[in-house]
């Protein structure tokens, strides 16, 4: 459900890193590299980037030490996941999708295990956000999808009184994830994993990459979910990637360095139509049906293996008014995910947690 505000610039700060991946035994820095998952790297840096289109969207794969076969593995996945995820389009043959739930009119079917994977993550994030997540409100969302971005007509406002109706049914509807991978949708609500869809995604590749031994990666599945690895092209100063957080209003942008760290992020901006003084996005708050958000930007740093989470955090970020995100910071730490907010609007800050550390250090 989200688009980058985020532009990279490989270059150095302070390390972040979850993993130890770098560095001698006593601690000090050292260009050699350890590692922190079973395998060989290789020696010499030799980057090699994919890309594939997925969600929608350009989707990037680096790796430094020429791992091809990795990253056919990671977008034979990637592509997987886009049919599965897709509640638009019947799937490819041989899977049961989003799609299909939709259109199975209330009976339970047996789905791919990455998809019951993915929905018992979504329902672990409505939970986590207090419902600013929500997996049920795709008859809201492709309302509005059709009303702004549709073909063939100007974008309009669609009938709030629809959009209401298709917000209480998702509240009043339930999914029930039974044996053998059965799901079932209860109440006649649609299922939209948008918000969640390239952080799923983007854990299933750190997944792959582990399994073989990489720890020197950048995958950016569009700029909303990031994976920063190892960044062997900047070892002597701590192997860490630096982000530029770009607010698109004047020149106050904010510099990011981390290292083994996931990286989310949802903005108004890419996808705004504006009515009036309101700037509309793809972003729908679950409990009022709005698609105007208190926040232009949204971005929450935490774990390298929980980006779906993430996911859901930046849109819920995204969502909260600035008074508020302290509370949904405290929330979220006292519920186990420890990770760090940030959030935008208008180009000036409105909420920096402890957790979330950055610069206004200017990029060439």
């Not at 050699?32 to 998952?37: A, E």
């Amino acid at each position: 459900m989200k688009k980058s505000s985020l532009l990279f610039t490989l270059s150095l700060g302070a390390v972040l890193g979850l993993f130890s991946c770098g560095g001698t035994a006593d601690g000090s820095s050292s260009p050699v590299l350890s590692q922190p998952w079973p395998g060989e790297m290789g020696g010499n840096i030799d980057p090699e980037q994919s890309t594939t289109f997925a969600f929608d969207t350009l989707l990037y794969i680096t790796t430094y030490h020429g791992e091809t076969a990795v990253h056919d593995e990671i977008i034979d996945t990637l592509q997987k996941l886009d049919s599965l995820f897709d509640p638009y389009n019947a799937p490819v043959p041989g899977l049961t999708s989003v799609y299909s739930l939709n259109n199975a009119g209330g009976e339970p079917l047996a789905v791919d295990p990455l998809l019951y994977e993915a929905l018992q993550d979504a329902l672990e994030a409505e939970e986590a956000t207090g419902g600013l997540f929500n997996p049920l409100i795709g008859k809201a969302t492709a309302l509005y999808k059709e009303a702004f971005y549709g073909e063939g007509h100007e974008p309009y406002l669609p009938d709030m009184d629809e959009v209401q109706s298709f917000i209480e049914e998702a509240s009043g509807s339930s999914l029930v994830l039974g044996e053998n991978y059965t799901v079932q949708i209860q109440g006649g609500a649609f299922i939209d994993l948008g918000g969640i869809a390239k952080g799923f995604a983007l854990d299933k590749t750190i997944e792959i990459l582990k399994s073989h031994g990489v720890c020197d990666f950048l995958i950016q599945l569009s700029g909303s979910s990031i994976g920063l690895g190892n960044n062997p092209e900047r070892m002597d100063q701590g192997g860490t990637f630096r982000v530029r957080i770009n607010t698109y209003v004047g020149d106050n942008d904010h510099i990011l360095s981390a290292r083994f760290n996931g990286l989310s992020t949802s903005a108004t901006y890419e996808q705004q139509v504006m009515f009036g003084p309101d700037r509309y996005s793809h972003i729908i708050n679950p409990q009022t049906g709005s698609a105007v958000c208190p926040n232009d930007i949204g971005v929450v740093i935490g774990d390298i293996e929980s980006n779906a989470m993430l996911d859901a955090f930046s849109t819920a970020v995204c969502l909260t008014p600035g008074e508020n995100l302290a509370a949904l910071d405290e929330s979220l730490n006292e519920k186990g995910y420890d990770v760090g907010l940030f959030a935008m609007k208008d180009g000036e800050d409105v909420y920096l947690s402890d957790g979330f550390e950055i610069s206004g250090v200017e990029l060439p």
